[in-house]
């Protein structure tokens, strides 16, 4: 039986087939080279070295791609306090191997089809019909991609059908939210949620898998706020939509990061706009915990989380 990668402790030795998420050629402090390597199952990743690179099969190693499937021996080690794979050998899948894909490619807990249908009806429960119009369209033009989309290359939601599982879960507390603040627009807040993170799909280059190594062209140009901005001007082209409800959703769209630092030029100036900055956070942020703690013996710390400050995550010994 598979072993899953969040499973292995320090000193665990490894020999199994993963998917390598990022690949990198580098250059030491001391000038030789090693290769940096991001690897993944259905369980997570891991930072992986090959630190060897005057070996017999270097040449094959250079070799290795983003997206590649390859069976890895090697040693677990820590560094930084996160625990990191020294690759002994390695070498990419035969025709002849027999592996099950879906074991190596973290997804969604639900179908893209099954959270393609939630979000849908989500958005068709908008009253606004203009609203209603904007968020149907996108949802249907992207339809292909975001059935398998990561909402992110690395860190929260970046599995197959991230994106749309970082939507419906943001939409299950907007609800609950519009219901505590009955001053918040439900209609308003909803289309917020679900087109704020849209563009990502033509930010972002991601295979069937969801696996994304690197960015588009205009993503890194441009990035998905710009992008999402030029993608609701052109909804709102096509259908004549008032002025006000366009530039108010486009806010939306450009406030959600909130920080100028983090891609957004202006803080939000409604609360429904301060309402989705609030709710991407707390989805994105929570998920990273829950990934972290997998891994955790009830009573243990985890390893430093980067996209949170570097703050180690405490899993208690009490509870379900």
């Known amino acids: 039986m598979r072993k899953n990668l969040s499973e292995y402790k320090k000193d665990d030795k490894v020999l199994d087939f993963f998917m390598v998420k990022s690949c990198e050629l580098r250059t030491s402090n001391k000038g030789g080279e090693y290769m940096d390597m991001v690897i993944s199952d259905n369980s997570g990743e891991m930072v992986a070295k090959v630190w060897d690179m005057n070996r017999d099969d270097t040449a094959a190693v250079k070799d290795i791609q983003g997206r590649d499937i390859v069976k890895i021996q090697g040693v677990v080690t820590e560094w930084n306090g996160a625990k990191q794979l020294k690759i002994l050998k390695i070498r990419k899948a035969a025709e002849s191997d027999e592996v099950n894909v879906s074991e190596l490619v973290k997804s969604a807990p639900y179908s893209g089809e099954r959270l393609y249908d939630m979000v849908c009806e989500k958005a068709e429960d908008i009253k606004d019909k203009e609203l209603r119009l904007i968020t149907l369209t996108l949802i249907e033009d992207n339809a292909g991609k975001l059935k398998y989309f990561p909402a992110a290359s690395k860190n929260h939601h970046a599995i197959k059908g991230g994106l749309l599982y970082h939507m419906y879960r943001m939409l299950l507390h907007a609800e609950m939210l519009c219901d505590i603040y009955p001053m918040l627009s439900k209609d308003l807040l909803v289309c917020g949620v679900i087109v704020h993170d849209m563009a ?108 949170m400050d570097n703050r180690k995550m405490y899993k208690p010994s009490f509870g379900e």
């Open 200 to 307: 990502k799909v033509e930010e972002i280059d991601a295979d069937e898998f969801g696996i994304a190594d690197s960015y588009t062209f205009e993503g890194q140009m441009l990035g998905h706020i710009i992008q999402g901005i030029k993608m609701l001007e052109t909804v709102c082209e096509r259908f004549k939509i008032s002025e006000e409800k366009k530039i108010m959703v486009q806010h939306m769209i450009l406030s959600h990061h909130y920080e100028p630092e983090f891609g957004s030029p202006k803080k939000p100036m409604f609360p429904e706009a301060e309402m989705l900055h609030y709710l991407d956070i707390i989805d994105a942020r929570i998920y990273d915990m829950e990934s972290v703690l997998e891994g955790v013996e009830p009573g243990e710390f985890s390893e430093k989380i980067w996209s």
